[in-house]
């Protein structure tokens, strides 16, 4: 049996469980492609299926390496894991009450920063946008992407402000730069370059995802620095080498300049960086 016929089979399954209200995937309806990659799919629920029946819902399914999560993670809901086909699939599952609240806390502005070392709650929202619904009798999904499509004009306005403002500490930056320390000075640029493109994104209304893929959404954006892409290609390049550090310090000094200067324009005043 062909894996993606295994693999909406899979999904009738955890969306015919009590409680299930909404089973959602980014990225379309199908499978990875060659170049593979594994599958997250969302799973709302009015309250979380027992481990007990969530495994007993994958009985006769042709998977293996089934692992039933006992206890919620902090930012992925209650974790199943399995592999369908060659393919490995994450069972996501969350509470609405819970993913409401979430939701809830990222319009609010309450959680501007990455959490965690590698989560962006704004990523939550781009998730939904993304998401083709497998089930959605309640409409869920669909009332979600409706209220999540606009971008809310005062987070948008705090956000950018949140960001700049974190831009204008370069002290890192230019310890390193001034060291030609070219591993203190990816440190300092990693940390710089999240507020610079939560900043970026949230000026042109788009949540931020992930760091995945950064220049292909950047391509898209109406409102960018000149060359935008190309040159934080640049910036990265130059600062691979210790000589070349404070070229690099200088090319991404001028982008974080007018990509600031641009804000203002867009936003008016009330926007750091001034």
Not at 30 to 59: I, K, N, Y
Request: one cysteine or more; glycine letters at 10%.
């Amino acid at each position: 049996m062909r894996s993606e016929t295994l693999f909406r089979r899979l999904v009738a399954r955890v969306a015919a469980m009590p409680g299930v209200v909404a089973v959602g995937k980014t990225g379309g309806p199908g499978l990875p492609g060659a170049e593979g990659g594994d599958v997250d799919v969302f799973v709302f629920c009015g309250t979380v299926p027992s481990a007990a029946m969530r495994a007993g819902a994958m009985e006769g399914l042709p998977i293996s390496g089934l692992r039933v999560a006992e206890c919620p993670g902090k930012h992925w809901g209650v974790c199943d894991f399995l592999e369908l086909g060659g393919t490995d699939v994450c069972l996501m599952y969350f509470a609405v009450a819970d993913m409401d609240a979430e939701i809830n806390s990222v319009l609010s502005g309450e959680r501007a920063e990455r959490e965690d070392n590698g989560f962006y709650p704004t990523g939550r929202c781009a998730s939904f946008l993304a998401m083709h619904a497998f089930m959605d009798d309640a409409g869920y999904i669909a009332g979600m992407r409706e209220r999540l499509a606009r971008y809310p004009e005062p987070l948008r306005k705090s956000l950018t402000a949140h960001h700049l403002a974190a831009l204008e500490d370069t002290e890192d930056l230019e310890r390193a730069a001034m060291r030609k320390d070219a591993l203190f000075w990816h440190f300092a640029l990693d940390l710089s370059l999240d507020h610079f493109l939560q900043a970026l994104f949230a000026l042109n209304r788009a949540w931020f995802p992930s760091r995945k893929r950064t220049l292909a959404h950047i391509s898209g954006f109406a409102l960018r620095p000149v060359h935008c892409g190309e040159r934080l290609e640049r910036v990265v390049a130059l600062g691979a080498r210790g000589e070349t550090i404070p070229e690099s310090l200088s090319e991404y000094s001028a982008l974080c300049q007018d990509l600031a200067d641009l804000c203002r324009r867009e936003l008016g005043e009330g926007t750091p960086a001034e």
